[in-house]
């Protein structure tokens, strides 16, 4: 896939959207009641990456403060959504073990892999931070993780939402009708180039995560080292 040329499409076609108020709003995202839970196995980008994340959120903060902006401990890449996030999911319902070998059987498939965040893309209830990978690898990791998954019976719901062959990471969602549309366009086209920067992936988590994998709702079930 042609990374650059796909973030820029979603780009093109979420502004127009945003500029004809045809942008889309998450109800959930200040419910009490969402019990919607997952599994997913994510990278976390450095610290130095996320300071200049929070740097281009604040200037969003500063044209519109109403929408839902990640902290830090939030931020995240995600690898594989093994469980995609359902009502009344819960850990005592598998066995993490057998997950765990699947995925350790398969580690070899990704290795010496940075990522560089440059510019941001859109879609249509969301901001993104654009991520690149040095290789292939990471979509090599993920056709091997989709095979051995498929190969068991483990409860999973890889792909079910849509194919994963990005490396983007979300940091803004729109919970509420845009203040002011011209003035969040001009932030994002200001940042739509700007270099976060790169990081080396040393770690991936497996996580169990509500939909918006918030700290407080969020479990590392294990941590491997690559």
Not at 28 to 53: A, C, F, H, M, W
Request: charged fraction near 25%; proline fraction near 2%; hydrophobic fraction near 35%.
């Amino acid at each position: 896939m042609d990374l650059k040329a796909h973030y820029k499409k979603l780009f093109d076609r979420s502004v127009q959207n945003i500029l004809n108020n045809k942008y889309v709003l998450d109800p959930e995202i200040d419910s009490n009641n969402d019990n919607r839970y997952g599994i997913t196995l994510l990278i976390r980008p450095s610290e130095k990456v996320k300071k200049q994340i929070q740097r281009f959120l604040s200037a969003l903060k500063e044209v519109d403060n109403s929408q839902y902006y990640y902290p830090n401990t939030d931020i995240h890449i995600t690898v594989l959504s093994i469980i995609s996030c359902q009502t009344g999911f819960s850990l005592n319902q598998i066995n993490t073990e057998e997950y765990l070998t699947v995925i350790e059987e398969n580690l070899d498939s990704i290795a010496n892999l940075e990522i560089h965040c440059k510019g941001i893309t859109a879609s249509d209830s969301a901001v993104m931070i654009q991520g690149f990978p040095s290789d292939e690898s990471l979509n090599s990791f993920r056709d091997s993780l989709r095979k051995a998954f498929s190969k068991t019976n483990l409860k999973q719901s890889i792909d079910s939402r849509y194919t994963l062959l990005t490396a983007h990471s979300t940091v803004c969602r729109f919970r509420a009708p845009i203040e002011n549309t011209a003035e969040l366009i001009a932030v994002l086209e200001k940042y739509k180039h700007y270099d976060f920067g790169t990081f080396q992936v040393n770690t991936l988590d497996l996580v169990y995560n509500d939909w918006y994998q918030r700290a407080e709702k969020t479990q590392i079930i294990h941590q491997f080292k690559i």
